[in-house]
């Protein structure tokens, strides 16, 4: 069995600031691992993934991710946010096809 | 190529009434996955098809919900007698596995729809 968990379901940052959400996976074997972002009324958009080459995977929009397997970790960062990234982010592993997400984090940009 | 569609956007309905939703995948993903998203939560997986077969149904879907999807291509999600609980975004996603070597890979990136949200009176 494979679960997600996402630390924190609001998450405030200002302008410019560092963006550190986290995201806590279990898993029998090795996952896939991703993160999607969700703006209002609208479906998840893919921002990376990990699927076992490098540790550190770099996506859209400045954002990357670091997967420390030791940790079971798979934090997603950005090192200046802007007010675009306002919005929920869900972390999710894949394991054989099946998806399970996180219940996501919300993040908001204040000026 | 426009992405996942999903039709419609909006739908309300009375509890006990039958409703159903229409996804149009990305014309050359063999796969195909329905979630259902409530207010707060991730998505949760109900479903998913390769080609026109279903894989792999969750405890989730009651006997209530059927989809199906008989050419492989669009699929549907029918809701039977429908109850408060199920108000709700549908979301539906599609997805090309690539092939590694004989092995398919499970990496496929799923490219999701813009949902239907459901709202049962």
């Known amino acids: 069995a494979q679960s997600v968990t996402q630390l924190g379901s609001h998450v405030s940052v200002s302008e410019g600031a560092l963006v550190l959400l986290r995201c806590n996976y279990s898993?029998?074997?090795?996952?896939?691992l991703f993160w999607y972002v969700q703006y209002p009324n609208q479906g998840l958009q893919l921002l990376l993934k990990y699927t076992s080459a490098a540790t550190l995977v770099k996506g859209i929009n400045g954002f990357e991710a670091e997967f420390k397997k030791s940790e079971t970790s798979f934090h997603l960062t950005k090192p200046s946010a802007h007010m675009s990234d306002a919005a929920e982010y869900f972390c999710?592993?894949?394991?054989?096809?099946?998806?399970?997400f996180g219940d996501g984090t919300t993040l908001t940009v204040k000026p | 190529d426009t992405g996942v569609s999903q039709n419609p956007r909006h739908k309300i309905t009375k509890r006990g009434q039958n409703v159903t939703f229409r996804c149009d995948p990305i014309?050359?993903?063999?796969?195909l996955y329905w979630y259902r998203q409530t207010l707060g939560q991730g998505p949760e997986f109900l479903t998913y098809f390769q080609n026109e077969a279903q894989l792999e149904k969750s405890r989730l879907l009651s006997d209530r919900f059927s989809a199906e999807r008989p050419k492989g291509s669009f699929s549907t999600l029918e809701i039977q007698r429908t109850e408060q609980g199920d108000s709700a975004m549908y979301l539906c996603?599609?997805?090309?596995?690539?092939?590694?070597?004989?092995?398919?890979?499970?990496?496929?990136?799923?490219?999701f729809g813009p949902g239907t949200r459901l709202t049962v009176l």
């Open positions: 999710a592993v894949i394991l054989a096809g099946k998806s399970t």
């Open positions: 014309s050359e993903h063999n796969r």
């Open positions: 898993s029998s074997v090795p996952p896939y």
């Open positions: 996603a599609s997805s090309s596995p690539r092939l590694a070597g004989a092995i398919e890979t499970f990496t496929d990136t799923q490219y």
